[in-house]
């Protein structure tokens, strides 16, 4: 059978209210867009929205925000929720060097980093999201005492991640080499897809927590 007017996940993105279309315009604003005071934690990189999603729903006293920058992904998770609506989470289809023009100072309590691209040649390392730019856009919209929750399966983005801290003003609170093995941290753990693809690889997943 033919199928027939698909229409590009652009414009069902453009039509989904489970979206923010112009983000800007809630900076320093955002409790009106949920029409509550509860904290505010991003995901940033959220690919198909499984990891927001098990939060939103289990947490209903806080708000999320998933964002990603990619339409065909999103388009997932938008999918997801239509099925299962969450009234504690939106998503955002944005570019994330543009974060600090969609949220203020201190308007985020919490940042989540899942599986961030890995961009191995050093020309790139600007776009790789645990970078000290990025730490530095991080420390202009997370509230003072709030934290990154950052975890990966890539060895070197991971150690490129640690040795970025210190220059740019952040340290540790919590780091483990095999969050799987770490029952401590592994307490609250929620999976991400990649997390859980990679785990069932047999590869250990590298998680810290970072505050300044
Ligand atoms: N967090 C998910 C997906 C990991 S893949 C999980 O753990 O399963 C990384 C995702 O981050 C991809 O979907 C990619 O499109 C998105 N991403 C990478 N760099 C980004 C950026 N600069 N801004 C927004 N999204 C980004």
């Given at each position: ?65 998933g964002i990603e920058k990619y339409s065909s992904v999103l388009l997932r998770g938008i999918q997801k929720l239509e099925a299962e609506p969450l009234t504690n ?117 590298y998680k810290y927590i970072i505050a300044r």
């Amino acid at each position: 059978m033919r199928l027939r007017n698909i229409s590009g996940s652009r414009e069902l993105i453009a039509a989904s209210d489970y979206v923010i279309h112009e983000p800007q315009e809630h900076r320093g604003k955002w409790k009106e867009v949920f029409g509550s005071d509860n904290p505010i934690r991003i995901e940033i990189g959220m690919g198909k929205g499984r990891f927001i999603m098990d939060l939103a729903r289990s947490h209903p006293d806080i708000n999320y925000v998933g964002i990603e920058k990619y339409s065909s992904v999103l388009l997932r998770g938008i999918q997801k929720l239509e099925a299962e609506p969450l009234t504690n989470l939106y998503f955002i289809r944005m570019e994330a060097e543009e974060i600090t023009s969609v949220f203020a100072p201190g308007e985020v309590d919490r940042i989540y980093l899942n599986f961030s691209d890995p961009w191995p040649k050093d020309r790139h390392a600007k776009r790789r999201l645990p970078s000290r730019e990025f730490l530095h856009r991080y420390d202009e919209i997370l509230k003072k005492d709030g934290v990154i929750e950052f975890k990966t399966d890539n060895r070197e983005l991971f150690r490129f991640a640690l040795d970025e801290l210190e220059p740019a003003g952040w340290h540790l609170e919590q780091m483990t080499e095999d969050l799987h093995r770490d029952a401590e941290m592994m307490r609250d753990n929620v999976m991400t897809e990649y997390e859980e693809r990679f785990s069932s690889m047999g590869n250990p997943i590298y998680k810290y927590i970072i505050a300044r």
